[in-house]
């Protein structure tokens, strides 16, 4: 991978309840806008499972680590900033609550799966043409699941949030001084998202499912359902790919429909979380400096 491709990746985020986490490596950091309206700012040195363990650490494998692990960080992470926001006990996660959430996952991306091909085996076609068809109805049903919860106004400042992210990363590569001001002018999209990532999935999908030949209801469904994680993986080396060569026309084609996809999972910020994303930044990044 290119010297400008590994310093795009170096910093990666997540929208968090009235604030933003910033990641880079084993450094991740978490701002938090407190209600006395004070920036709550909590460093957390984090071990890379994908380095400490070389299998894991292999291509395709790693993706469906990097997943597991971006899961468990991004809950706890949420769950703290939930806690600081609303100036509630901060309770520590226990094992059995990760296990819940976990099984709730896995419960609706298996929906996402099961629900579309049950639809689709309605309409009695075959081959590619039914996975396809299968691919658009899950889209759908995606895209009207992130239409609904972005009209709730708690999650529609989380969007807020998550544009205020992509702004401050984007504003960073590009250049940026990053004053607040400036920050605004850059776009609230941004290409390694996990909208895109999930964009990804679906063309993964498609051509994975046209592999599997044709048994029988259940069996057909199982598979889907089992692919989830082969699915990831796959998806997840795609990602990486498309920032390697993000000025290619073809790329720039492929990742089009998950930045438009973006546009339901961002909103535009306001400047008192713009100041949040680029706290988070700004000190995962000097934080970094210091480990090295």
């Known amino acids: 991978m290119s010297e400008k491709s590994e310093e795009s990746l170096a910093y990666g985020g997540q929208a968090l309840i009235e604030g933003v986490m910033m990641r880079s490596g084993e450094t991740m950091v978490m701002c938090v806008r407190q209600p006395d309206n004070e920036i709550a700012t909590f460093h957390l040195t984090v071990n890379n499972i994908t380095k400490k363990n070389k299998l894991l650490g292999l291509p395709f494998i790693r993706g469906i680590a990097m997943l597991f692990e971006t899961m468990y960080f991004g809950v706890k992470a949420m769950m703290q900033s939930a806690n600081v926001a609303l100036e509630e006990e901060d309770e520590e996660f226990t094992i059995w609550d990760y296990v819940l959430l976990l099984v709730m996952l896995l419960v609706m991306n298996g ?10 085996n309605y309409l009695g076609l075959n081959g590619v043409l039914f996975n396809v068809v299968e ?21 529609a400042r989380v969007f807020q949030y998550h544009g205020a992210e992509h702004k401050a990363i984007n504003a960073y590569e590009g250049g940026c001084n990053m004053e607040i001001q400036d920050v605004a002018k850059y776009p609230r999209l941004n290409p390694r998202c996990g909208t895109s990532f999930m964009f990804f999935t679906v063309l993964t999908s498609i051509a994975l499912f046209a592999l599997i ?13 089992a692919l989830i994680p082969v699915i990831a993986g796959i998806s ?37 979380m713009l100041e949040v994303a680029v706290q988070a930044l700004q000190e995962v990044k000097a934080h970094r400096s210091e480990m090295e």
């Open 236 to 272: 997840y080396e795609l990602l990486k790919l498309s920032d390697t060569y993000r000025e290619s026309a073809l790329i720039k084609m492929l990742i089009a429909p998950g930045l438009w996809f973006q546009r339901l999972t961002t909103k535009e910020p306001t400047e008192d």
């Open 213 to 225: 030949p044709r048994t029988n209801y259940l069996l057909s469904l199982g598979y889907r359902i």
């Open 111 to 120: 929906l996402f799966i099961a629900i579309p091909y049950v639809l689709t």
């Open 135 to 155: 691919s658009g109805i899950r889209l759908g049903l995606f895209m009207g699941y992130l239409f609904a919860i972005s009209q709730w106004g708690e999650v």
